[in-house]
């Protein structure tokens, strides 16, 4: 079995990168600085940033469609793990990371807008890729975390820190509305497979099978993290992904109930409804009318 190591608390991340504990709940660290290891999986119980160099030793990157070559931000929220190639060889860590734990959130504003940072929740290779400039931005905004973590922690100590910290996650929301906007071409594919994986979807057996296609289903079947997929979505046609699946479902709907030789309960069975109470219901309030309605209307023009 391959090796795992856990970080369930800050102390223990600086003690394997040989680092000082400044603070209990947070660590800023130059990797550079670290000894060299042999590469393992690692569990992660805290928040975790890294920068990254384009090429290095302990993360596996897909760089198909890189948009800059300068840095790139990985980002990991407790629970999750980072999964490496080992092939034996020691090797000289490099970048920075930023860990926090969840306790240093309690009572902070940034505790209520982690939510908001879906990033943490994509993965790695929906990596947030950086210009040279946003990568300074980045590193002034891990000195001034740092400059509070080299001082005697006070009653202001934690705001500061949290503060700084959401200050450097709303530019991360910055730059990755960018990294959607520079990439429009690769997104525009994805789009278009989204629309390809629907139409084939609802002309199969699948909705009578499995039932309505989620966004997770639809993002695992693009090799892409439900959030991100969802995030990508809603930056390409303003739609939340559910609403564009929704969208895609009521046009399948009203050229279905053109047949006049299925009932609408067949149709929400062809459908994916387990209910045809509820095919109506999402017909209705997307179009205006209930599928009776709609059938009707349509037989009078």
Same mark, same amino acid.
């Given at each position: 079995m391959e090796d795992l190591i856990r970080f369930d608390s800050v102390s $223990?991340?600086?003690?394997?990168?040989?680092?000082?504990?400044? #603070? &209990?709940? @947070?660590? /800023?660290?130059? !990797?550079?600085? =670290?000894? &060299? +290891? #042999?590469? =393992?999986? %690692?569990y992660m119980g805290c928040y975790g940033v890294f920068l990254k160099e384009v090429i290095c030793g302990d993360i596996k990157y897909g760089k198909e469609y890189y948009d800059y070559q300068e840095g790139t931000l990985v980002f990991m929220a407790p629970g999750q793990v980072f999964t490496v190639e080992n092939d034996g060889q020691l090797y000289q860590p490099k970048g920075h990371a930023l860990v926090f734990h969840p306790d240093l959130l309690h009572g902070t504003s940034l505790n209520a807008k982690m939510n908001e940072y879906t990033f943490f929740g994509y993965q790695v290779n929906e990596a947030l890729h950086l210009s040279k400039r946003e990568t300074q931005m980045v590193m002034d905004c891990f000195d001034k975390i740092k400059y509070e973590l080299e001082h005697t922690i006070d009653k202001h100590s934690r705001k500061l820190i949290a503060t700084n910290i959401e200050l450097f996650l709303d530019y991360c929301m910055r730059f990755y509305d960018r990294q959607f906007i520079t990439r429009e071409i690769v997104h525009k594919g994805t789009l278009e497979r989204f629309e390809l994986l629907l139409s084939s979807y609802f002309s199969s057996d699948k909705p009578i099978n499995i039932g309505l296609p989620s966004v997770a289903y639809c993002a695992g079947e693009m090799n892409l993290s439900a959030k991100y997929f969802g995030d990508l979505i809603k930056k390409a046609t303003g739609q939340t992904a559910q609403e564009?699946? %929704?969208?895609?479902?009521? !046009? @399948?709907?009203?050229?279905?109930?053109?047949? +006049?030789?299925?009932?609408?309960?067949?149709?929400?069975?062809?459908?994916?409804?387990?209910? &045809? $109470? #509820?095919?109506? +219901? @999402?017909?209705? $309030? +997307? /179009?205006? $009318?209930?599928p009776n309605e709609y059938r009707l209307l349509k037989d009078l023009n």
């Open positions: $223990q991340y600086n003690a394997f990168n040989q680092q000082e504990t400044l #603070h &209990p709940l @947070v660590t /800023v660290i130059d !990797l550079s600085t =670290a000894s &060299p +290891r #042999h590469k =393992a999986s %690692q564009y699946i %929704q969208s895609k479902l009521i !046009l @399948v709907a009203k050229e279905k109930i053109f047949d +006049r030789n299925k009932t609408i309960n067949e149709i929400a069975f062809e459908l994916g409804f387990k209910y &045809p $109470q #509820h095919f109506s +219901r @999402v017909f209705k $309030q +997307r /179009v205006g $009318q209930s």
